[in-house]
């Protein structure tokens, strides 16, 4: 059975399991406490506020929470997104070496598992095989790829995004700038020693490229030259993992209709799509015809693999009569005769929703912030005296 069940009692059950305390020990540690509800936040299945609220009915959760701190996070990085739009895509600003010092390539043996450093081979295989990856994974990975084989953080991010069902544009974009030291002021850098202290043995390192100090790492990631791929590559071709096809497309598996003007003319509409999959506004009038949409520009430049496609759409089915794959301007002919259009938007989806429809904003615990903060600690000084807290 999957990891993520694609309902939102899962997502429930998940919020009420959360103990700030214990995650806030833990968290580091790729055993520990942490919460793995990402995919549903990303997707919607739950809102940060219905996650605070159901963790503070058992337990009591203060500005000085970790547990808070690291949904700050998430918010922080849509709050740069908000500011910058897509300039979150280039660097912003310049990293260790310049851009063109990276390539524009994975190699081969970090898409097959087979790079010889266990730390990495463990980490991509069970982001193929779950679709997730605990943050300290994820860093390791990203940190690897750009300081120690100079792939370009852009490609490693495109590629990440792709495989995780919690793929979300900003934080995943701006955590590889983060890693890279195109987003802060130094390179993220680890060590085996690192891994040592966090992971399980499977993952241990030692021996391998990064069983270094970090003054030595800290050399290599300020040259031009990569480290060599290990030999591992060529030993063994059963050893190899292959990499899940990203799809921009659904799955054939997946039954979606096209836009179709005949089913929506003349009635109220509330649209569902990948970034709203949660619970149906409890005052929706009971005639009113819900239908989820996928927008084809999006995915044609961000496509995901089958896991994801089929978790959200499990979901989304739930919610809607009808589920559309289309281009913006069919999905916005069919809506145009409908009496009244609503939904919820995302930043994923905000330009590709249809303009005759109104949209509530994504709600937030955090206010928004109006001047754009270059750091985290300067936009968390702003939102953590609000009285919410
Ligand atoms: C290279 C890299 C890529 C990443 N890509 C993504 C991504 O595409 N989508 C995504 O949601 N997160 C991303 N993160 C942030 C973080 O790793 C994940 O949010 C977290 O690991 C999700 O697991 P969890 O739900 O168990 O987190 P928990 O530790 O249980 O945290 C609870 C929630 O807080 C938020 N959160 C926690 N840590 C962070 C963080 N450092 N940055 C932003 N939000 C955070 C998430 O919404 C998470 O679900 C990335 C981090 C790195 C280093």
């Not at 919460?35 to 549903?40: G, K």
Request: net charge negative; with cysteine.
């Amino acid at each position: 059975m999957s990891l993520f069940p694609s309902t939102r009692e899962e997502a429930l059950a998940r919020i009420a399991s959360v103990k700030p305390a214990e995650y806030a020990r833990t968290r580091n540690a790729l055993n520990g406490a942490v919460t793995q509800l990402s995919p549903y936040i990303t997707h919607g299945f739950v809102s940060l506020p219905e996650v605070l609220e159901g963790v503070r009915l058992q337990h009591t959760v203060n500005s000085q929470d970790k547990f808070l701190f690291e949904l700050g996070w998430r918010e922080y990085y849509r709050h740069v997104w908000q500011h910058r739009g897509d300039g979150i895509f280039e660097s912003l600003h310049e990293g260790v070496l310049p851009d063109g010092a990276y390539a524009e390539q994975i190699p081969a043996d970090i898409l097959q598992a087979c790079t010889g450093v266990n730390a990495i081979d463990m980490a991509v295989k069970t982001l193929y095989d779950s679709g997730y990856l605990h943050n300290h994974a994820r860093m390791w990975l990203a940190s690897y790829m750009v300081h120690l084989r100079k792939v370009h953080w852009r490609v490693g991010a495109d590629w990440l995004y792709g495989h995780l069902l919690d793929g979300d544009l900003a934080s995943n974009h701006l955590s590889w700038q983060w890693v890279a030291g195109t987003g802060s002021h130094k390179p993220y850098l680890f060590n085996a020693e690192n891994v040592a202290r966090f992971a399980p043995e499977a993952w241990h390192s030692a021996g391998t490229q990064i069983d270094s100090s970090y003054e030595a790492l800290d050399n290599i990631a300020r040259q031009t030259l990569p480290v060599a791929a290990s030999a591992r590559l060529s030993r063994s071709l059963s050893h190899l993992v292959e990499e899940p096809s990203l799809m921009p497309t659904p799955p054939t598996s997946l039954t979606l209709g096209n836009p179709n003007s005949n089913v929506a003319n003349g009635r109220d509409v509330w649209l569902v799509h990948p970034w709203s999959l949660g619970d149906l506004p409890a005052d929706l009038p009971k005639d009113t015809l819900v239908i989820g949409i996928f927008v084809s520009e999006f995915h044609r430049d961000w496509p995901w693999n089958e896991k994801r496609w089929l978790f959200v759409q499990n979901r989304m089915a739930e919610l809607a009569s009808e589920c559309w794959y289309g281009d913006r301007l069919s999905i916005e002919l069919a809506l145009n005769g409908a009496k009244e259009l609503g939904g919820v938007t995302d930043a994923h989806i905000a330009s590709w929703l249809p303009s005759t429809g109104k949209y509530n904003p994504w709600p937030s615990i955090f206010p928004n912030v109006e001047r754009r903060c270059d750091s985290f600690s300067k936009w968390w000084n702003f939102v953590s005296k609000s009285p919410s807290f």
